[in-house]
């Protein structure tokens, strides 16, 4: 049976010889080029130059003596540039930073001194106002001949030549990615709320352009494409970023548009992938004919592997899943690892509907001995047999191996033991009085800033000076019990990133405002906060949200932006009057920069001047106790309670 067979068999969702494994078939289930480079010293290989497989992501074009050593099964076909477009990287106009711009006219830097990767800085579509400044915009033309020059024969070497699973890549990133990458995410995610019509209709235009994209690759790849690559990234570490009811009214309809015409021109499988808490959305993507998703995080809410099988595993097939990248796959022993392989494929291997790779690209930080134990673990439980079928074997089997059960969850953050808490009922009930006995122009305030509209709620600002109304007191009794609601929506799974961010700069807007009068009165914030996403970390939507919130609860707060150096959280500590940093990571390959951090401020002599609060994706509480700091959150809301317990205020 060779590669290919395998992995129709398994994508039919029946039994092959063994589960098949993918390393390297698509940029998301590949390795980045430091962690490809050690991989190959211990798998023995002589030493190559490395090909790129995609830039922003600094992963590896995994090899075919990688390949071969560890029989990966799928390969990507994927299109090339246009003939109009060259990435060229400018290596000397930003100061600090490697940078280009993309087709899309996205710019993207990386930073000279130990950066990891490519990240976004610049969105053409951010000061957009029209439909007018979207049709204006020079799209890239899907339909140029040049990216389609070899793909047909390409796909066909692939299919019948080396017998291996065809995978064909897309024009682009999926129709949420790059709208909310051309408008950047300070924009696209209250556009949900405030900017809806201009929001569908660009995303129309990406749907449109990734139709003409397929239109042509379909049938010039014909019966050799076997998996079709979307995606969208839809959700974080906890929860869907938007709505299910935004996804369902906004962004399912555009799906499946895109889906039934790919469907309509081929019989490839459908693979989307989503990082995060996307259970919620399984069954829309079933419906609307996703075949296949991935990366699968199974350290995400919600996405426990055993139950995802139970519950959707009939209809739809887990590419990834394998190890969780964010834990176990760093921090743990090979050991570990190779008991967290075990489990997951005897979780998803049963019947097939398992395709083994893990949860997104290798990161730079991962030893070579994981790899191989996780890889060694696929070679003994992954094999279809009698008796050694994953899901299969026979008790005596495990004998000498921990269960899972007894174990200590390597997962420690989860919403069910969130410190985070949402208002009590009695909290509830004094803010409901308290609005009813609010002048009406602060209720009608208030009310802007809980529906996030920023006119409206600048408006009712004014009005309020002008019946002299003090700066102070409008902060303190409309807009923090506002915002003190929106954080309540956001715990209770009721406001999602749109609502949130739209309250946020509806509160933004009324401290442009307010602020100024504020230092002529004399009245002091809370407290000085300062916050940044650590060195190396471009991450920045949750810690804008932390950094918002904040804002709205009355500190005054220095935003150092992401990408934040020691020296500059030291330099402002050093101005004095900050009693708070916060620092924001969601990388295991930048968490380890928190401590460093500490550990200049120590240095410096100015640790003791302040507290320091971590927070992001994967960051924990005993990560948080381990690094010395003095507190952690794990949302936005709960950062604002956490900052005033630090602070005693
Ligand atoms: Co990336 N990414 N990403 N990404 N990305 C994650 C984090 C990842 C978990 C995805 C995955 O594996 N499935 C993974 C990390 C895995 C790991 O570390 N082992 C990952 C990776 C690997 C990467 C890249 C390397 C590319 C890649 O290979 N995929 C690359 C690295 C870029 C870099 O930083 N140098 C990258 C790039 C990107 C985008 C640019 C595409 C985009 C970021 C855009 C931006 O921020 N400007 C992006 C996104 C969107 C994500 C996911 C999907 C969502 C993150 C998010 O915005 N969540 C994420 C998946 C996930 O989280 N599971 C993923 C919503 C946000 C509100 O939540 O930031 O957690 P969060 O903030 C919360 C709390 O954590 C808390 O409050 C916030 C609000 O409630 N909080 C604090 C945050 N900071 C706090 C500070 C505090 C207190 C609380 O005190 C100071």
Same mark, same amino acid.
Not at 52 to 81: G, K, Y
Not at 298 to 317: C, H, Q, W
Not at 527 to 554: F, P, Q, R, S, Y
């Given at each position: 049976?060779n ?5 129709k ?5 029946k039994?092959?010889?063994?589960v ?8 998301l289930t590949s390795?980045h080029?430091?962690?490809y480079r050690k991989?190959?010293?211990?798998l023995?290989?002589?030493e190559?130059e490395?090909?790129?497989m995609?830039?922003?992501?600094q992963?590896?074009n ?8 560890l029989?990966s099964?799928?390969r990507?076909?994927a299109p090339?540039?246009?003939a109009?477009?060259r990435?060229e990287?400018n290596?000397?106009?930003m100061?600090?930073?490697d940078?280009?711009?993309d087709e899309?006219?996205i710019?993207w830097?990386?930073?000279k001194d130990?950066?990891?990767f ?6 053409p579509?951010?000061e957009?106002t029209?439909i ?5 915009f020079?799209?890239?033309?899907p ?6 020059v070899?793909?047909q024969?390409?796909?066909?070497m692939?299919?019948?030549d080396l017998?291996?699973?065809?995978i064909?890549?897309?024009l682009?990133?999926?129709v949420?990615?790059?709208t ?9 995610y209250?556009?949900?709320?405030t900017?809806?019509?201009w929001?569908?209709?660009l995303?129309d235009?990406?749907?449109?352009l990734?139709m003409?994209y397929?239109?042509?690759v379909?049938p010039?790849?014909?019966e ?14 906890f ?5 299910p009811e935004?996804?369902r009214t906004l962004i399912?309809?555009?799906h ?6 790919i469907k309509?021109r081929?019989?490839a ?10 259970r919620e ?9 996703v075949d ?6 199974v ?5 426990e ?6 519950d959707?595993?009939d209809e739809?097939?887990?590419w990834g899943?394998?190890?969780d990248t964010?834990g176990?796959f760093?921090?743990?022993?090979p050991q570990?690892?190779?008991?967290e392989?075990?489990r ?5 291997g ?7 790779a893990t ?5 730079a ?6 790899i191989? #134990?996780?890889w060694?673990?696929?070679q003994?439980y ?8 994953p899901?299969?074997?026979?008790e005596?089997y495990?004998e000498?191996?921990p ?6 969850s390597?997962v420690s953050q989860?919403?069910?033991i969130?410190?985070?808490?949402a208002m009590?009922?009695?909290e509830?009930q004094?803010?409901a009085a308290?609005?009813g ?7 009608e305030l208030?009310?802007s800033v809980i529906?996030?509209?920023k006119t409206? #709620? ?11 109304i003090?700066?102070?007191?409008i902060i303190?009794e409309?807009?923090?019990p506002a915002?003190t609601?929106?954080?309540?929506r956001?715990?209770n799974?009721?406001y999602f990133?749109?609502?949130?961010m739209a309250s946020?700069i #509806? ?5 442009r ?6 230092a002529?009165?004399g ?7 300062v916050?940044?996403?650590?060195k190396?970390?471009?991450h920045?939507i949750g ?8 804002e ?5 707060v220095?935003?150092?932006?992401p990408d934040v150096?020691g020296g500059?959280f030291? #330099? ?9 940093v916060g ?5 295991t390959t930048t968490m ?5 951090i500490?550990?200049e401020?120590?240095?410096a002599g100015v640790?003791?001047?302040v ?8 960051v ?6 381990e690094?010395g700091?003095d507190?952690?959150a794990?949302?936005?809301s709960?950062a604002v309670?956490v900052?005033?317990?630090l602070?005693?205020k």
């Amino acid at each position: 049976m060779n590669s290919r067979e395998r992995g129709k068999l398994i994508l039919e969702h029946k039994e092959a010889d063994r589960v098949p494994f993918d390393l390297g078939g698509t940029v998301l289930t590949s390795i980045h080029l430091n962690a490809y480079r050690k991989l190959r010293e211990t798998l023995g290989l002589p030493e190559v130059e490395i090909g790129v497989m995609d830039i922003f992501q600094q992963i590896a074009n995994v090899d075919d003596d990688v390949r071969e050593s560890l029989s990966s099964d799928v390969r990507n076909v994927a299109p090339r540039s246009s003939a109009t477009f060259r990435i060229e990287i400018n290596t000397t106009d930003m100061p600090g930073y490697d940078f280009f711009h993309d087709e899309w006219g996205i710019g993207w830097r990386k930073p000279k001194d130990g950066g990891f990767f490519y990240d976004m800085f610049d969105h053409p579509l951010a000061e957009a106002t029209s439909i007018e400044d979207i049709n204006k915009f020079p799209w890239p033309d899907p339909t140029d001949p040049n990216r389609f020059v070899g793909l047909q024969e390409r796909a066909r070497m692939v299919a019948e030549d080396l017998g291996e699973l065809v995978i064909l890549g897309g024009l682009s990133a999926g129709v949420v990615e790059v709208t909310a990458w051309m408008r950047g995410f300070a924009k696209f995610y209250p556009d949900f709320v405030t900017n809806r019509k201009w929001l569908e209709y660009l995303m129309d235009k990406i749907v449109e352009l990734k139709m003409e994209y397929w239109d042509i690759v379909l049938p010039m790849v014909g019966e050799y494409a076997d998996v079709v690559q979307e995606a969208d990234d839809v959700a974080g570490q906890f929860d869907l970023l938007i709505s299910p009811e935004d996804y369902r009214t906004l962004i399912k309809p555009r799906h499946k548009k895109l889906f039934d015409f790919i469907k309509s021109r081929t019989n490839a499988k459908i693979f989307f992938h989503s990082c995060g808490a996307i259970r919620e959305i399984i069954p829309d993507l079933i419906e609307i004919g996703v075949d296949i998703i991935n990366p699968v995080q199974v350290n995400a809410a919600g996405m426990e592997s055993k139950a995802l099988k139970r519950d959707f595993g009939d209809e739809i097939t887990f590419w990834g899943g394998l190890v969780d990248t964010q834990g176990v796959f760093l921090n743990g022993s090979p050991q570990e690892v190779w008991d967290e392989a075990r489990r997951r494929i005897d979780d998803f291997g049963p019947g097939g509907g398992f395709v083994a790779a893990t949860v997104h690209n290798i990161q730079a930080n991962v030893p070579p001995e994981n790899i191989m #134990a996780m890889w060694n673990a696929l070679q003994e439980y992954g094999v279809y047999g009698e008796n050694n079928a994953p899901g299969r074997r026979p008790e005596e089997y495990w004998e000498g191996y921990p269960l899972v059960e007894e174990k200590p969850s390597l997962v420690s953050q989860s919403p069910d033991i969130m410190p985070a808490r949402a208002m009590t009922r009695e909290e509830a009930q004094a803010l409901a009085a308290k609005q009813g006995t609010l002048p009406g122009v602060l209720a009608e305030l208030s009310e802007s800033v809980i529906s996030g509209n920023k006119t409206t #709620a600048r408006d009712a600002a004014e009005m309020a000076l002008a019946e002299e109304i003090e700066p102070q007191y409008i902060i303190d009794e409309a807009i923090i019990p506002a915002m003190t609601e929106v954080g309540s929506r956001f715990e209770n799974g009721e406001y999602f990133l749109p609502e949130m961010m739209a309250s946020a700069i #509806a509160t933004q807007e009324c401290m442009r405002l307010l602020r100024p009068l504020l230092a002529e009165t004399g009245a002091k914030p809370v407290a000085k906060v300062v916050i940044g996403t650590v060195k190396g970390d471009l991450h920045d939507i949750g810690k804008n949200l932390v950094a918002m919130m904040w804002e709205g609860a009355g500190f005054e707060v220095v935003d150092l932006g992401p990408d934040v150096p020691g020296g500059k959280f030291i #330099a402002e500590i050093k101005k004095g009057e900050v009693e708070l940093v916060g620092m924001s990571a969601l990388l295991t390959t930048t968490m380890p920069m928190m401590r460093t951090i500490l550990g200049e401020m120590e240095s410096a002599g100015v640790r003791d001047r302040v507290k320091v609060m971590v927070g992001g994706a994967g960051v924990t509480q005993e990560f948080a106790d381990e690094i010395g700091a003095d507190g952690f959150a794990p949302d936005a809301s709960a950062a604002v309670r956490v900052a005033r317990n630090l602070l005693g205020k």
